[in-house]
């Protein structure tokens, strides 16, 4: 596979930037969709796919969302426009089957519900992260955030899927660049990193 050009890694990484304000420049269904499009290849573990996502692109669902949302975050919600919540499904595998038929990977899964719970926990905060990278790459900004009541979300958006609960929350649309404050800072690799 070619390297990149460093525009997209610009894009992707170096010069992208955590919005909290946007322009009124409208994020279309088709833009999710092609969101999705995307994540859906980034890599999980067995392709578990455990993220749930709801998209609130409607001002009822903002404010049901921004309802369970603390501190300077209500506002977040309601201005942007669009908010995801990205749940994480704990019964991932039930559709394993289908997902990866080359194993029982089901079995591996089935009467173990503490496996189940970080598995999903973890295959889904990587689902997240590939949404903001697929987002990024089509030319949108984002603001994830975890300031919000997970009970709370799951009651106002999960009760049919029980088995699905929140992880975190992130904003979607054209970034308002005169909003940014300076970046903060990125360290160095020997900073926080070791080669064994």
Avoid at 2 to 18: E, Y
Avoid at 130 to 156: N, T
Avoid at 166 to 182: C, E, K, Q, R, V
Wanted: contains cysteine; charged residues 20%; proline residues 7%.
């Amino acid at each position: 596979m070619p390297m990149l050009t460093d525009d997209a890694l610009d894009a992707l990484f170096r010069t992208a930037r955590t919005f909290n304000h946007y322009t009124d420049r409208p994020v279309a269904e088709a833009d999710l969709r092609a969101i999705w499009d995307l994540l859906k290849w980034g890599p999980t573990s067995a392709n578990q796919l455990p993220a749930r996502i709801v998209w609130c692109t409607t001002q009822d669902a903002k404010d049901r969302l921004a309802e369970q949302c603390t501190g300077a975050n209500p506002a977040k919600v309601r201005a942007a426009p669009v908010t995801a919540i990205i749940g994480m499904d704990t019964e991932f595998h039930e559709y394993l089957p289908e997902l990866y038929p080359h194993a029982n990977a089901k079995a591996w899964f089935d009467g173990n519900a503490e496996l189940r719970q970080a598995s999903a926990f973890r295959n889904s905060t990587l689902q997240g992260a590939y949404l903001i990278l697929a987002a990024r790459a089509l030319g949108l900004d984002c603001g994830p955030m975890s300031g919000f009541d997970a009970g709370g979300v799951d009651k106002a958006f999960f009760t049919d899927t029980p088995s699905v609960h929140a992880n975190f929350i992130t904003t979607i649309g054209y970034g308002d660049t005169a909003s940014l404050h300076p970046r903060s800072p990125r360290p160095d690799f020997d900073k926080f990193n070791r080669i064994a």
